[in-house]
């Protein structure tokens, strides 16, 4: 089995990621944590992007999609995973395609979580947490908001919002991911690959559904 999870963003990939990997027994694939190894262990793709990733700029799409491929062609490579944050364009999605061709390695299931933007924009944007590195709990403004508002729960620190949960920042990247998937899942849809999940529900619903659409 070889998945690819798309979704907007603050929609739970990641989360639907990790459980299909324990209880599936997949391998997470993520384009940041392969770009990490590869500076790590200076591959020439490592060496290449790590110029990008210190001065704080996005790793070009030719450079991740060699980074995609060096790690495929390793002899050690997985044989059961799942893609999270990866491909995201069409550009992407072709050239990852030509590697598994090569390996003979097929995807066989696009999941594509379903979300109203203005759905992601009430979830994403509600979400708080306290700072203090001994605490760390999270809150949600209609969903576990803290006894009084604006404040932790456990040691009264003033809660703290991520800069991408803002809504400025938010709607910046729901825009930025329908312009990369107006083209990328019809493809592929043409391909026969795409189960379209529901993806406001909790996090076991949207799992157990996913695992019906696989026969799991």
Do not use: M, W
């Given at each position: 089995m070889r998945l690819i999870?798309?979704?907007?963003?603050?929609?739970?990939?990641?989360?639907?990621?990790?459980?299909?990997?324990?209880r599936a027994r997949l391998t997470h694939i993520g384009t940041g944590d392969i770009l990490r190894q590869a500076m790590a262990e200076c591959t020439p793709v490592g060496k290449q992007a790590q110029p990008y990733v210190d001065a704080g700029k996005l790793v070009p799409d030719e450079l991740i999609n060699n980074l995609i491929a060096e790690y495929f062609r390793r002899p050690n490579r997985p044989?059961?995973?799942v893609m999270d944050g990866y491909p995201r364009t069409l550009a992407q999605a072709k050239a990852f395609d030509a590697v598994l061709k090569d390996l003979g390695l097929p995807i066989t299931n696009?999941?594509?979580?379903?979300?109203?933007?203005?759905?992601?924009l009430?979830?994403?944007t509600g979400r708080w947490s306290c700072p203090a590195p001994h605490c760390k709990r999270t809150y949600h403004?209609?969903?576990?908001?803290?006894?009084?508002?604006?404040f932790c729960d456990a040691d009264n620190t003033a809660l703290v919002q991520r800069s991408d949960d803002t809504v400025e920042t938010l709607k910046?990247?729901?825009?930025?991911?329908?312009?990369?998937?107006?083209?990328?899942?019809p493809y592929y849809v043409r391909q026969g690959l795409v189960r379209d999940v529901e993806g406001q529900e909790s996090i076991e619903q949207i799992y157990q559904?996913?695992?019906?659409?696989?026969?799991?």
């Open positions: 999870l798309l979704g907007p963003p603050g929609i739970g990939k990641g989360t639907q990621a990790k459980l299909l990997c324990e044989e059961r995973f696009v999941i594509l979580l379903l979300v109203d933007d203005d759905e992601i009430t979830r994403v403004v209609t969903s576990n908001p803290p006894k009084r508002p604006g910046r990247r729901l825009t930025v991911y329908h312009q990369n998937t107006v083209e990328l899942i559904t996913i695992k019906q659409v696989l026969h799991l």
